[in-house]
């Protein structure tokens, strides 16, 4: 890992209320982690990106870390050497909302480790997201449709897009690329992203909704966002959509869940030559894991990143940046 020298702010977040908590265990555990901005440090367990600070314009790298029977994480803010309380809040709320850490959260981890032991056993319950849900559904229309490996390359070149407009602004020089804001993504145009075919306009339509006020990403309601329209959304990006929301009950189900319920549990489930998974292979794989309810797809999540761990002979925090694009069950990888 390579040593910073700029100035640099520490604050702590307690643990107290969390007391299964761990960072690894927290961050490595959904394809989103491998995403940029977002890094993960194998040899110091550290996780690190830039996080908005309370103006929403500006960025800062930030390191998180917890220390070995430690009840606090370690928050490093580097490029300041000091923030305002308000610049605390902002990425403290940030950092919460990655990591889960919040009354609902653990009772929701409790209740899934009741129903599950061998979840619990592992340490998993908490689904990494973003510090945004904005990120979290951008991120979500990058999987549609494309190998893994595209998804990855996709979501570096939204944050390289980000950098070189920081750059060419007359704000503070940035080194690392953010992921865009909704008012960032929505100055883009669709030919600096024309190596994403329509999934582009899709992106730049969500961001100017947002910026319009025609969606709004404050609600916690599973009802407002079941019913709202995104450009490109089918019911694999909705139901990851209300995953990171933390509503787990409806399955996000691709070509890799029927993969994984034919390799795994011996399910054959075929999907069509042409259009959508069917309404009856839905429904199967969601009686599957009915035992799990209203945890359905975190019963299912914690079992395709077990496969992926199995596969790759090493768990996912132990994977480097150049192997992230082998954490799938395509062949083609």
Same mark, same amino acid.
């Given at each position: 890992?390579t040593?910073?020298?700029?100035?640099?702010?520490?604050?702590?977040?307690? =643990?107290?209320?969390?007391?299964?908590?761990?960072?690894e265990?927290?961050?490595?555990?959904?394809?989103?982690?491998?995403?940029?901005?977002?890094?993960?440090?194998?040899?110091?367990?550290?996780?690190?990106?830039?996080?908005? =600070?309370?103006d929403?314009?500006?960025s800062?790298?930030?390191?998180?870390? /917890?220390?070995? &029977?430690?009840d606090?994480?370690?928050?490093?803010?580097?490029?300041?050497?000091?923030?305002?309380?308000?610049?605390?809040?902002?990425? /403290?709320? /940030?950092?919460?909302?990655?990591?889960?850490?919040?009354? #609902?959260?653990?009772?929701?981890?409790?209740?899934?480790?009741?129903?599950?032991?061998?979840?619990?056993? #592992?340490?998993?319950?908490?689904?990494?997201?973003?510090?945004?849900l904005?990120?979290?559904?951008?991120?979500?229309?990058?999987?549609?449709?494309?190998?893994?490996k595209?998804?990855?390359?996709?979501?570096k070149?939204l944050?390289?897009?980000?950098l070189?407009?920081?750059r060419?602004?007359?704000?503070?020089?940035?080194?690392?690329?953010?992921?865009?804001?909704?008012?960032?993504?929505?100055?883009?145009?669709?030919?600096?992203?024309?190596?994403?075919?329509?999934?582009?306009?899709?992106?730049i339509?969500?961001?100017? /909704?947002?910026?319009? &006020?025609?969606?709004?990403?404050?609600?916690?309601?599973?009802?407002?966002?079941?019913?709202?329209?995104?450009?490109?959304? &089918?019911?694999f990006?909705?139901?990851?959509?209300?995953?990171?929301?933390?509503?787990?009950?409806?399955?996000?189900?691709?070509?890799e869940?029927?993969?994984?319920?034919?390799?795994?549990?011996?399910?054959?489930?075929r999907?069509?030559?042409? &259009?959508?998974?069917?309404?009856?292979?839905?429904?199967?794989?969601?009686?599957?894991?009915?035992i799990?309810?209203p945890?359905?797809?975190?019963a299912?999540?914690f079992?395709l990143?077990?496969?992926?761990?199995?596969?790759?002979?090493?768990?996912?925090?132990?994977?480097?940046?150049?192997?992230y694009?082998?954490?799938?069950?395509?062949?083609?990888?």
């Amino acid at each position: 890992m390579t040593t910073l020298t700029l100035p640099s702010w520490k604050f702590t977040i307690s =643990l107290d209320k969390f007391p299964r908590f761990n960072l690894e265990k927290a961050v490595c555990n959904h394809g989103f982690f491998m995403m940029a901005p977002n890094h993960w440090d194998p040899s110091t367990k550290t996780f690190s990106r830039p996080l908005r =600070l309370d103006d929403s314009i500006r960025s800062a790298l930030t390191f998180i870390s /917890q220390l070995p &029977g430690e009840d606090n994480l370690v928050i490093t803010v580097y490029g300041a050497t000091i923030l305002s309380s308000k610049d605390v809040g902002a990425i /403290q709320s /940030q950092v919460k909302r990655m990591l889960r850490l919040s009354d #609902k959260d653990e009772q929701d981890v409790t209740y899934f480790h009741k129903l599950h032991p061998h979840a619990e056993a #592992k340490g998993f319950g908490r689904l990494f997201r973003s510090p945004t849900l904005f990120e979290d559904v951008a991120k979500s229309l990058l999987l549609r449709f494309c190998p893994w490996k595209t998804s990855l390359d996709r979501a570096k070149a939204l944050c390289d897009v980000q950098l070189k407009k920081v750059r060419m602004s007359k704000r503070k020089r940035a080194n690392i690329g953010d992921f865009p804001s909704p008012r960032e993504l929505a100055s883009f145009r669709e030919e600096e992203l024309k190596k994403f075919g329509y999934t582009a306009g899709d992106l730049i339509k969500l961001a100017k /909704q947002v910026v319009d &006020g025609k969606i709004k990403f404050g609600s916690a309601d599973e009802g407002y966002y079941s019913k709202l329209k995104i450009n490109g959304a &089918g019911p694999f990006t909705t139901n990851t959509i209300m995953m990171c929301i933390g509503h787990y009950h409806n399955i996000p189900i691709d070509t890799e869940t029927l993969r994984h319920m034919k390799e795994f549990h011996g399910l054959n489930m075929r999907k069509r030559k042409k &259009g959508p998974i069917s309404v009856e292979t839905k429904a199967k794989t969601q009686e599957f894991y009915k035992i799990y309810h209203p945890f359905e797809s975190l019963a299912y999540w914690f079992e395709l990143a077990n496969s992926y761990e199995i596969k790759l002979g090493k768990t996912l925090g132990e994977l480097l940046p150049s192997e992230y694009h082998h954490a799938t069950g395509s062949k083609k990888c």
